[in-house]
Nanobody
Framework: VQLQASGGGLVQTGGSLRLSCLASGRTFIPYAMAWFRQVPGEEREFVAT????????YYTDSVKGRFTISRDNAKNTVYLQMNSLKPEDTALYYC????????????????WGQGTLVTVSS
């Protein structure tokens, strides 16, 4: 499975961005999908995850009420709508898949995208 993330960019505080992640390859296998983020020099951080059905969704506390994860299984794509962005959201955002269930544990995701950079200016 290959993952291609896009949609990152530079935005001012309070602005919005929508990240997309297209999965290709053996996508007939249904997997949970997730977003993680990483600031250089820091550990990768869980952001959000969504189950195959879309019924189970989890967020890290810092993004609850501002970020929304969704998926379109027909298009093999997962999205992350990010609103009310803050400078502390600045990071390289990675999409991941390959986990059987929605989980915050990064070690359970088999496949990772290359990352898309989000920069929020103050």
């Amino acid at each position: 499975v290959q993952l291609q993330a896009s949609g990152g960019g530079l935005v001012q505080t309070g602005g919005s961005l929508r990240l997309s992640c297209l999965a290709s390859g053996r996508t007939f296998i249904p997997y949970a999908m997730a977003w993680f983020r990483q600031v250089p020099g820091e550990e990768r951080e869980f952001v959000a995850t969504i189950s195959v059905s879309g019924l189970n969704i989890y967020y890290t506390d810092s993004v609850k009420g501002r970020f929304t994860i969704s998926r379109d299984n027909a298009k093999n794509t997962v999205y992350l709508q990010m609103n009310s962005l803050k400078p502390e959201d600045t990071a390289l955002y990675y999409c991941a898949t390959g986990a059987a269930q929605a989980t915050m544990d990064s070690s359970l995701y088999k496949y990772w995208g290359q990352g898309t950079l989000v920069t929020v200016s103050s």
